[in-house]
């Protein structure tokens, strides 16, 4: 075959063939990123107990013994937040952690939330202790406020008041259970009848 037979060849089978008309693409929008999506992202970042890295005791950011600790998420009224941090509301559970080992700490954490959720116990209190004198200083301090971050029953923290340990202790606010939560409405729905 000769290359005039190769581009005959080449015309016959191209032959009815159009040419693009237009040759440029045009481009997606970007969808915009909603508060849900948002939500919906942070949601799967949520460290399980499967994971390894669940409540770490190898890693933790580093307060200072007279750092305060402040959490809150997304949805917690800033007037229940504020009652909490001021320490109006009665402490109904409280955990010592003094003489403990981080692994020790971390299990008696969560031994002592899910019990207080199990008992439909809202607010309590977490005796960390300053740290002055551990090594590096506030290291249990660190800890409890990062493992608090991490554990979704809990709505928000902030470090106790001086009656309650100042600074060496946190208050917790946990979640209502689903029972607290139908409660509340049924009442308010009483009031406005």
Same mark, same amino acid.
């Given at each position: ?5 190769? #581009? &005959?060849? #080449? ?8 040419? @693009?008309? =237009?040759?440029?693409? /045009? ?7 909603? &508060? ?11 460290? =399980? /107990? ?5 409540? !770490? ?13 402040? %959490? ?5 009224? /800033? ?28 299990? &008696?954490?969560? *031994? %002592?939330? /899910? ?10 209190? @977490?005796? +960390? ?12 301090? !660190? #800890? ?13 923290? $902030?470090?106790?008041?001086? #009656? $309650? ?12 259970? *689903?029972?607290?939560?139908?409660? =509340?409405? &049924?009442? +308010? ?5």
């Amino acid at each position: 075959m000769s290359h005039d037979d190769d #581009f &005959e060849l #080449f015309q016959q089978m191209m032959g009815d063939v159009k040419p @693009i008309q =237009n040759d440029t693409a /045009e481009h997606q929008k970007q969808h915009t990123v909603t &508060e849900a999506h948002l939500a919906k992202r942070q949601a799967a970042l949520w460290l =399980n /107990e499967q994971d390894p890295d669940y409540l !770490s005791i190898d890693h933790a950011p580093m307060l200072k013994p007279a750092d305060i600790i402040e %959490f809150k998420r997304d949805g917690v009224q /800033e007037g229940v937040y504020r009652k909490l941090r001021l320490g109006k509301y009665p402490v109904q559970a409280r955990l010592d952690l003094h003489r403990k080992t981080l692994k020790q700490a971390r299990d &008696e954490v969560i *031994s %002592f939330l /899910e019990q207080c959720l199990r008992m439909d116990i809202r607010t309590l209190v @977490i005796v +960390h202790g300053k740290g002055e004198r551990s090594n590096p200083p506030a290291l249990m301090k !660190s #800890f409890v406020a990062h493992w608090l971050s991490q554990i979704r029953d809990v709505q928000c923290a $902030h470090s106790a008041q001086q #009656f $309650h340990g100042g600074s060496g202790a946190v208050y917790v606010l946990l979640r209502k259970s *689903s029972d607290k939560r139908t409660e =509340n409405r &049924e009442r +308010h729905q009483k009031r406005r009848s």
